[in-house]
C-alpha cells in the first residue's frame, strides 16, 4: 500500500487555507516530499512527520511556488536531526536542482555560520546528495523503486514526473503539465495519479492576461482526467487548485472530471489522505 496525503492543494496565489504545493507519499517505511511549497513543513507536521524522517525530497520543477520552502526543509531538517553522522538528504530533481540547492544555503550562510559557532555538536553544515535527472529509475531501495520521465510545462524546461512502486501499488505524481505522451507512459497501469489542476472556465475570465497565460502550461480538470483514464488508473487525486477551489465548489469540479474519468476522483483539502492498495489500475501495463 501506498499513501498519498496532499500537504498543500494551493496555487501561487496566497490562501488563508491551502499550502502551497506539496505531496508525502509514504511507500513501507520511506518517505517522500514530492515539491515543497509554502507551508510545507506546518503540513508535514500535522501529517505526523517532519523534515528529519524524509527518505527523499523529490522536485518535479523549479517554479517558485513548488520550492518556495525548500531553504526551511533544509535548515530545519539539519537542526533538528540529532546524533552523530546525519544522512545527507537526497533530493532529486530536474537539472538545475543543484543550483538552486547550492544558492538556498548560501542564502542561508548567515544563519548556517552562527549555529555551527553556538552549538558544539553542529559540526558542518547541511549535508545534501542532489540527483539530476529527466529519464529512468532514480531509487531503489527496500522494496520502493522509483522513476522519472519528462513532462510538458514550457517555456518552464525541464520537468519530470515521478512514479513510485510499492508492493504492486503505484502513484505517480505529475506535477504541472499539460498532456504528454511521456507522462502516458509513465503513467500506463499505475494505481493512482495525482495531477494538479486548473478550470479554464474560471481562469478565461479574469481580465488580467497574465493570470490567463497559466492556461498555456498546465492541464484543465478534464485533461488530467483524460490522461487519468487513458492510462487505465484507478484513482485520480487532484491538487494544485487554480484557482483555490471555493468552499461547497468540490462537486463542480469532481464533475468536470467525471466527464473523463468515471472510477474513483478524490479532491479537497490540505491533509486530504488516500490509500492506494495494488490493483487498482484498470489496464495494467505490457
Ligand atoms: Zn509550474
Ligand atoms: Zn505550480
Known amino acids: 500500500m501506498i499513501e498519498v496525503t496532499l500537504l498543500g492543494t494551493g496555487s501561487p496565489i496566497p490562501d488563508p487555507d ?19 511549497g509554502r507551508g510545507v513543513l506546518q503540513r508535514l507536521a500535522a501529517a505526523g512527520s517532519g523534515a528529519p524522517q524524509l ?37 532529486i530533481g530536474p537539472p538545475g536542482t543543484a543550483e538552486v540547492v547550492k544558492a538556498m544555503l548560501a542564502a542561508f550562510g548567515h544563519d548556517i555560520s552562527y549555529r555551527l559557532e553556538h552549538h558544539a555538536d553542529l559540526t558542518e553544515p547541511p549535508r545534501v546528495q542532489v540527483h ?8 531503489d531501495e527496500a522494496g520502493v523503486h522509483v522513476r522519472v520521465s519528462p513532462t510538458d510545462h514550457r517555456p518552464v524546461a525541464p520537468t519530470i514526473a515521478f512514479r513510485v512502486d510499492h508492493g504492486g501499488a503505484s502513484v505517480v505524481l505529475a506535477g504541472d503539465t499539460v498532456p504528454c505522451a511521456t507522462l502516458d507512459a509513465l503513467t500506463a497501469g499505475a494505481g493512482a495519479l495525482v495531477h494538479t489542476a486548473i478550470r479554464r472556465d474560471l481562469i478565461e475570465a479574469v481580465p488580467l492576461q497574465r493570470v490567463r497565460d497559466i492556461c498555456d502550461y498546465h492541464s484543465t480538470v478534464e485533461q488530467a482526467a483524460d490522461t487519468a483514464a487513458r492510462a487505465g488508473v484507478g484513482i485520480l487525486i487532484l491538487t494544485h487548485y487554480v484557482p483555490a477551489m471555493a468552499p461547497g465548489t468540490e462537486d463542480q469540479w469532481r464533475a468536470l472530471a467525471a466527464t473523463r474519468f468515471d472510477r474513483q476522483i478524490e479532491l479537497g483539502n490540505d491533509l486530504h489522505r488516500v490509500q492506494v492498495h495494488p490493483g487498482v489500475c484498470v489496464k495494467p501495463a505490457g
Open 55 to 91: 527518505s527523499a525530497l523529490l522536485l518535479t520543477h523549479l517554479h517558485s511556488d513548488h520550492i518556495a520552502d525548500l531553504g526551511d526543509v533544509l535548515i530545519t531538517r539539519w537542526i533538528g536531526t540529532f546524533g552523530p553522522d546525519p544522512t545527507p538528504l537526497p533530493i
Open 18 to 36: 491551502r499550502a502551497g504545493p506539496s505531496t508525502l507519499i509514504r511507500a513501507g517505511d520511506q518517505t517522500f516530499l514530492v515539491d515543497c
Open 132 to 139: 539530476e535527472y529527466t529519464d529512468g529509475t532514480v531509487w
